[in-house]
């Protein structure tokens, strides 16, 4: 077994529609590696048949709040609403994004995206059920991998594709790197991340940085308002 050592400004853990997505928004900012323990496009998402849900109104009348009542009911009330707010306003964007990015989306007569009705989405807060999932076939979820990936290659993101990642290296409360299993090899490379723009950022509720986070020193934070707060990890060039 042999230990590498990589260097990147940034890593992301997951090539699945999360990953990529991240991918594509940090990569202009830094020297980038995604690290996936599947081939990207084998990720989970390529399973999504249905399609995606954004208030497009493209068949009837709709709107993100109906959307978002939808979303805070099905999750029986449990979800953050206001990550849910933001979820279901952006939704329509980032359909419109993915379109402009190729995605074949299925077509209306009129030539707009077509929605159809799926899970548990419907308009007027339950009214009746919505014609709000954007879809590509029976294939969305594939389709946004492939259009993802494609996107992620024309920006030169580096991909290491089939290692697992093993552990977080974090040290003094600061991520340092990470350690993964190069599966085809049995090689291990640690990556380091030095630089990382200048810091990591997390949005996150008051209450949970405090009961998770308690350790970590309080000039790290930015309270945002009263329920939110910024957390920002230095991440420092370390050298092994
Ligand atoms: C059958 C099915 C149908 C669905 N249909 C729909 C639908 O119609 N509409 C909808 O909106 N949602 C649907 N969903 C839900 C939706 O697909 C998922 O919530 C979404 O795709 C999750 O995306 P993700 O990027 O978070 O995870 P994934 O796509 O699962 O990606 C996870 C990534 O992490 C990597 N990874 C994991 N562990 C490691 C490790 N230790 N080291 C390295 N890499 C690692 C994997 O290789 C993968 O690349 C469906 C889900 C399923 C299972």
């Known amino acids: 077994m042999k230990v590498i050592k990589h260097s990147f ?6 090539a699945g529609g999360a990953g990529l997505r991240a991918a594509i928004e940090a990569a202009p900012h ?15 998402t390529g399973a999504a048949q249905g ?73 007027k807060e339950g009214e009746a059920p919505a014609f709000r999932a954007c879809y ?7 389709m946004i991998l492939q259009t993802l990936y494609q996107k992620c290659v024309s920006m030169g993101v580096t991909f290491f594709d089939e290692f697992q990642v093993l552990d977080i290296k974090i040290d003094d409360g600061v991520c340092k790197g990470v350690i993964a299993y190069e599966i085809a090899t049995g090689d291990i490379p640690r990556m380091l991340i ?10 996150i ?8 986070w308690n350790f970590i020193n309080s000039t790290l934070l930015e309270y945002i308002d009263s329920e939110y707060c910024c957390l920002r990890l230095p991440v420092e060039k370390v050298v092994f």
């Open 9 to 14: 400004d940034g890593v992301i853990v997951g």
């Open 30 to 44: 830094m020297k980038l590696a995604v690290i996936t323990k599947l081939y990207p496009t084998r990720s989970h």
């Open 51 to 123: 399609g995606m849900s954004a208030a497009l109104a493209n068949v009837e009348e709709d709107n993100w709040n109906w959307h978002a009542f939808d979303t805070v009911k099905g999750s029986d009330y449990l979800a953050d609403q206001p990550a849910v707010d933001i979820l279901c306003k952006e939704a329509i964007d980032s359909v419109v994004e993915l379109e402009h990015w190729g995605l074949p989306f299925s077509r209306l007569e009129n030539g707009k995206i077509a929605q159809r009705r799926f899970g548990g989405h419907t308009v």
């Open 136 to 142: 590509a076939a029976d294939r969305t979820g594939h």
């Open 194 to 203: 030095h630089s990382l723009v200048t810091v990591l950022e997390f949005y």
């Open 205 to 212: 509720k008051k209450e949970y940085l405090l009961k998770i």
